[in-house]
């Protein structure tokens, strides 16, 4: 790395491990720019998950937000209704599945495309954004206008390993990843009822 993007890893690095908002103040607060950003969860959140911290104050998944990280952070993950659309929901969908009972179903109902990126039915979604709004807190960065988002995400993954990143962190994820998968397999199978669909 040039000293230049060493500089601006340090920031990213820096007000990442900084201020925390839960999902209500998030609203308000998280800027409707691009940048990074990083879910940390209290301790029943990592015993909820069977993880444990590799480090003090390690976050549970990082990611970046390439328009709004209010629009991408609070928009999609804290949303119910949007687990289809966000990779940190189907993770922690994907290990917290038998502790809350979720169901998984395909993405779109009404025409099931054999995805691997499940949705939840709404109840089990509902439970989801329960849990997060409860466990989970968010810090973010706002990306400097020269710099280049994905090397710096890219950079601060590798750097603090969240073990919901399946992507870019150099490490292996077997357990997710076949969590995920179980629950992929199960939204495959799904068929319609004769109820009304959630």
């Known amino acids: 790395m040039t000293m230049a993007m060493d500089s601006v890893v340090a920031d990213a690095l820096k007000e990442l491990a900084g201020t925390r908002h839960p999902r209500a103040d998030a609203v308000h607060q998280v800027?409707?720019?691009?940048g990074l950003y990083a879910f940390y969860g209290d301790a029943d959140a990592w015993t909820d998950l069977g993880l444990?911290?590799?480090?003090?104050?390690?976050?549970?998944?990082?990611?970046?937000?390439?328009?709004?990280?209010n629009g991408r952070d609070v928009g999609t993950h804290?949303?119910?209704?949007?687990?289809?659309?966000?990779?940190v929901r189907r993770s922690l969908a994907a290990l917290l599945a038998d502790e809350l009972a979720l169901v998984p179903v395909p993405r779109n109902l009404i025409?099931?495309?054999g995805s691997a990126n499940f949705a939840l039915d709404m109840t089990?979604?509902?439970?989801?954004?329960?849990?997060?709004e409860q466990r989970l807190r968010l810090a973010t960065w706002v990306k400097p206008d020269e710099a280049i988002l994905d090397d710096i995400e890219t950079a601060v993954v590798r750097k603090l390993r969240p073990p919901l990143n399946l992507d870019k962190v150099g490490e292996p994820r077997e357990r997710l990843r076949e969590a995920r998968k179980r629950l992929a397999d199960i939204s495959r199978a799904w068929e319609p009822t004769g109820r009304n669909l959630e």
């Open 31 to 34: 800027a409707r720019r691009p």
């Open 52 to 69: 444990t911290p590799a480090f003090q104050s390690q976050p549970l998944y990082v990611g970046k937000a390439e328009k709004s990280l």
């Open 78 to 87: 804290f949303a119910t209704g949007r687990t289809g659309s966000s990779t």
């Open 111 to 113: 025409k099931p495309d």
């Open 124 to 132: 089990s979604d509902e439970r989801l954004s329960t849990w997060m």
